[in-house]
């Protein structure tokens, strides 16, 4: 065979698979010629200076790139919020594309591995799968707005897939299928994209817009992980997460603009105890495998170890389905706008100092110019660089992801949970559903467990299932540790410290030891929404406070208002400020936000004039004068200590001076008792919840007070924490935590938690409706 290669050689002849060869390298090399860069759709490459995408552009250069190159497959998974296509790009060698099938079968058995039965023969039958499989990524862009770079990097990571013919690229196309979403936010790309254009070449260029970049969430469309309230977080889950089970999801974001300029796993402490330990290790090696790469290829300020926490489940839906989350965050500059950083004004985050090299940070950045190209560029590269580990330890990904799942639906496992039927236990069944959770219910009378009865519709949550880490996180109470500086003061954690769904639902859950097999188990049911829950409120006029300066509480009190089918009118400062509201409303609710942005807004000089100001003076005036002409004022939270100081009532916040080392509760969930007979406390028992998180916590300043009536308190005799981490709990037994205050012929109703948090807290949901339903005189 040599000798006939040497004469055709020899000869001039070229055998056929040398043709062939030569052939496809041509061909390869003419498609990479055909493949449009983003420059050709967009008129600017991403991440030029002032520059920035709309969706619809976005959208039609990953449509050009579906039809250009046979590595791309784009599809529409469904609309957003406000109606946007919710978009995917499946990229991957054209001969992978052709059995997308294939692989998500593979990933279905290895992600549930009962399905390899018999369990004598599952270790075999999943290496054989391991073999053929390929490391599904996900990468996920955009999900805050205002990081504009990730949207923009999309553009340029699917471009030098699809065109690029590097063998390392070429090993990613062949070892890996990578789901691009371009923005979980797409409704938020035009928002931020429409208040850059207005306000570039002004000095309020760069600035955030005057308005939520989602129409409810804001920012808090990174919280929704376990709740599941939003469009867009059930299309991930949905048709992303629960179809492809990715090993690997790459969540692409920006952080501040003073700090390191990229943070990579692994996270401080603490981690979430139902993490699984094979997660942990996978995050830990691939963060500092991509920050040593990245150092190598000389990007600066990098940091690990720092800032970032994997504590709850509401940031980390793949925690829980044995994917490692990546979470990498990139200095931002002003938007689109260049921005100048200067050395001494970078300043410590958690866990390091960036103006010294340490451990977990190095080498120092010395500060200057910082462009959007800077924050697409280490995006891009950090991108790449995950992606070539997921190439290149292709089986290492398959088999521990395969190991996770061999781990929880192992027979050991004793522990199972009892979810008693309530009111609200549907909506928290349809969540276990959504996460791909089992539960059957026992049609028969009762279940019984060493002596206890339970009632008819008890439904059963077996841990020995693939997702039962998901499960038991959601509906244990956490004990976040008592973590302190060297100096003493409490270490905060990123976001907060609770996330026990049944208790905020106030869904009754008992776990139990043994194994429960229920005797007629029923189908479980498809998720629910909160629609039908609560009886409508109609016939009120109900004013909802909407600031110039927006707050995530507020799109979260319109959210539940549109799905509970409450009729209201968003109220502005200027609507108030013109008086004549009792006129106009019956009620005015103002959510949860400072007393100081409540009453100054933005400060003159840093947003145009129209959105400066606050209420003012005259809107305080006009709120009192709707409460003593016999109006309802209800106030959440924060906004109830701006009532206390603007009305002088007669309350004092007990905790308002305390220092982090006497009092501290950082976004967890408290036990109150609540005044039954009291027509607030209307179908609340009498031992409820309350969502604290920078609350007030009321004490009668002016005694005799007759016109002061206390609904709800934190239980004298009673630890009031119940789930996260409370510190100082001692100083707020017996004191106020909803307070009615009556004003002239109306009145203000206090709230010193979140009764409406984040979509959750259903248990308290009628405290809220009833101080709403209660001004129908």
Known sequence: MLLLLLILLATGAKPAFIETRNDQAQSALVQSKLIPGPEKILGFTPG???????????????????????????????????????????????????????????????????????????????????????????????????????????????????????????????????????????????????????????????????????????????????????????????????????????????????????????????????????????????????????????????????????????????????????????????????????????????????????????????????????????????????????????????????????????????????????????????????????????????????????????????????????????????????????????????????HTASLLMGVETRAVSALLKPRRPRPQVGPSEFLDLFTPIKKLRIGLYQSASPTIDEGWTRWIFDTQQIDYTSVRDQQVRNKALRARYDVIVIPDQSPRTIRDGYRPGTMPMEYTGGLGTEGVTALREFVEEGGTLICINRASEFAVEQFKLPLRNVVAALPRTDFYVPGSILRIEVDSSHPLAANVPRESIAWAEDSPVFEVADEPADHVQIIAWYPEDKDPLLSGWLLGGQRIRGKAALVEVTMGKGRIILFGFRPQYRGQSLATYPLLFNAIASSDK
């Not at 504009?148 to 090993?171: F, H, N, R, T």
């Not at 090993?247 to 692409?252: G, L, T």
């Not at 996180?473 to 990123?494: C, D, F, T, V, W």
């Open 48 to 498: 030029d200076d002032r520059k920035l995408a709309n969706w619809n552009q976005v959208l039609t250069y990953f449509e050009r790139l579906d039809q250009a190159s046979d590595r791309v497959r784009f599809e529409t998974l469904g609309r957003s919020t406000m109606g946007k296509p919710f978009v995917m790009a499946t990229i991957s060698a054209p001969e992978n594309l052709r059995r997308l099938e294939d692989y998500k079968r593979i990933q279905e058995l290895l992600a549930d591995p009962r399905k390899l039965d018999p369990p004598a023969t599952r270790d075999g039958r999943a290496t054989a799968l391991i073999k053929r499989g390929k490391t599904i990524v996900l990468l996920t862009c955009g999900i805050h707005s205002t990081e504009v770079g990730s949207y923009l990097a999309s553009m340029l990571i699917a471009y030098k897939l699809a065109s690029s013919d590097e063998p390392e690229i070429q090993q990613i196309l062949r070892n890996t299928i990578v789901l691009l979403v371009p923005s979980l936010n797409p409704d938020g790309v035009d928002i931020v994209k429409d208040w850059y254009d207005k306000t570039l070449g002004t000095p309020y260029e760069g600035t955030s817009p005057p308005q939520l970049y989602h129409k409810y969430t804001g920012h808090d469309n990174n919280r929704d992980w376990y709740a599941f309230t939003q469009a867009e977080t059930k299309i991930t889950v949905d048709k992303i997460h629960n179809v492809w089970h990715p090993q690997i999801v790459h969540d692409i974001h920006q952080q501040g603009e003073f700090g390191s300029r990229l943070f990579l796993p692994p996270y401080m402490q603490p981690v979430e105890p139902n993490v699984p330990r094979q997660i942990v290790e996978a995050y830990t090696g691939l963060g500092n495998w991509m920050a040593y790469e990245m150092r190598k290829a000389g990007f600066k300020g990098i940091t690990t170890n720092s800032t970032y926490d994997a504590w709850t489940p509401a940031r980390a839906y793949s925690h829980y389905h044995a994917g490692a989350r990546i979470l990498s965050e990139t200095a931002s500059a002003r938007l689109a706008s260049p921005l100048i950083v200067k050395f001494e004004q970078l300043r410590s985050r958690e866990g390091y100092n960036p103006q010294k090299e340490s451990a977990n940070f190095a080498p120092v950045w010395r500060g200057g110019e910082w462009l959007l190209r800077d924050i697409t560029d280490t995006m891009t590269a950090a991108a790449f660089v995950l992606l070539k580990h997921a190439a290149q330890n292709r089986e290492l990904w398959l088999h521990r992801f395969y190991e996770i799942g061999r781990e929880a639906v192992s027979p050991r496992r004793k522990l199972t949970y009892l979810i008693l039927p309530s009111a609200n236990s549907d909506r928290l069944l349809a969540i276990l559903a959504r996460a791909g959770v089992e539960w059957t219910i026992d049609d028969l009378a009762i279940v019984r467990q060493r002596g206890v009865s339970y009632p008819a519709g008890t439904a059963l949550v077996r841990m020995d299932q693939p997702y039962g880490s998901f499960a038991k996180a959601i509906l244990e109470k956490q004990h976040y540790p008592n973590l302190r500086s060297p100096e003493g003061r409490p270490i905060p954690p990123y976001d907060v410290t609770a």
